[in-house]
């Protein structure tokens, strides 16, 4: 699925073709619902990508999105309850017991200056968002 995903994006892409999501109520989808898993068994789990960072920015003390299979540390925070994390939904709870207050933490995005996301990094498209304190392209 993953290599169709791709073909289908880099058709649009030659193009000029725009895909928009579109919301679907839960109860006009139960059947996609019923087959979709609830253990994300595709998640990208990069231990070397851990320690790299690790090494240039100092060590992690917890995994914000993990779950009891794919954690890199022994602190996690799970999607679903599951008898190994400290909590569900690690935006539903209080990091201040951490102290991280005035967080400093990793976060990991593609170079993708089309995502809808980007703007919210970048000030022009191009120059990092002041909350952006440095960057590195990671070694995969």
């Known amino acids: 699925m993953q290599s169709e995903a791709k073909h289908i994006f880099w058709v649009c892409v030659h193009r000029g073709i725009s895909i928009e999501p579109e919301w679907v109520p839960r109860s006009s989808n139960e059947q996609a619902d019923y087959l979709s898993p609830l253990v994300d068994f595709d998640y990208c789990s990069v231990p070397h ?81 002041h909350f952006v304190e440095d960057w590195v392209d990671l070694p995969l």
């Open 49 to 129: 990508v851990l320690r790299f960072l690790g090494l240039k920015w100092g060590l992690h003390s917890i995994d914000r999105f993990a779950d009891e299979h794919n954690h890199l540390l022994p602190r996690f925070d799970s999607r679903f309850c599951n008898p190994y994390c400290e909590a569900m939904d690690t935006f539903t709870r209080s990091w201040d017991f951490d102290d991280t207050c005035c967080v400093q933490g990793t976060l990991i995005v593609p170079l993708w200056r089309s995502a809808p996301f980007w703007p919210l990094l970048t000030t022009d498209g191009s120059h990092l968002a």
